[in-house]
């Protein structure tokens, strides 16, 4: 996925925004994510990294146009994603595909950052010795971008789709005051006081 990260990055510009918004929601879900208590074993261990990575080309993929700061491409992760039907749609990097029928990734949408030009320097392939293999439908389901049998996400993880849609809606509320504060609407020491906060585990680091 680095080649394909490095490719839409290098499209996308903006003093490599796609790449500085990768490193701040991986902090997010690695480190603070961790403050979630409510089921057996630590949130990040039930969601890889190869699948945060394909969630968040997926948000920039159509939502672009709109993103100049990692902390909004942060929002709009948490936001998309808390209130994600897991249990009718799989997340693409070329958007929601629905389960339960022929499941096969999407082309390039008009508007959209990942273009077709883009697509065709990685061509989609199955892994070795899975060719006829049909992409496993789980509890929640990520399509590796250029292996349309691959699910990135394990059993072990979709059985907890319920808790990290939680803490990803749980999360969203928090962030809302900083986000306030981009649109002009919250103060400059409300929103650096309240983000101190909301990574007080990475900050740590």
Known sequence: LSALVDEVDSVL??????KLSLLLIKAWWF???????T??????????????????LAIFNEHHARINFPLQ?????????????????????????PLY????????????LIS???????????????????????????????????????DRASQR???ISSCFRTAAQQLRPSVSYLRGKDTYATSVAFLDTFFTRTLKR
């Open 39 to 56: 089921g057996h074993g630590p949130l990040p261990s039930y969601l890889g990294e190869s699948a945060l990575t394909t969630m968040v």
């Open 73 to 97: 491409a942060l929002a709009i992760f948490l936001s998309v994603y808390a209130s994600f039907p897991w249990d009718r749609w799989c997340c693409t990097i070329q958007g929601p595909v």
């Open 101 to 112: 029928s022929p499941l096969t990734a999407r082309e390039a949408a008009p508007g959209h």
């Open 116 to 154: 077709a030009e883009i697509l065709r320097k990685f061509p989609r392939q199955a892994p070795r010795g899975q060719q006829d293999h049909e992409f496993p439908v789980r509890a929640m389901n990520v399509m590796h971008p250029t292996r349309a049998t691959v699910n990135l996400i394990s």
């Open 161 to 163: 789709s319920q808790r």
């Open 31 to 37: 480190y603070e994510s961790r403050a979630d208590t």
């Open 13 to 18: 510009g903006k003093q490599h925004l796609l």
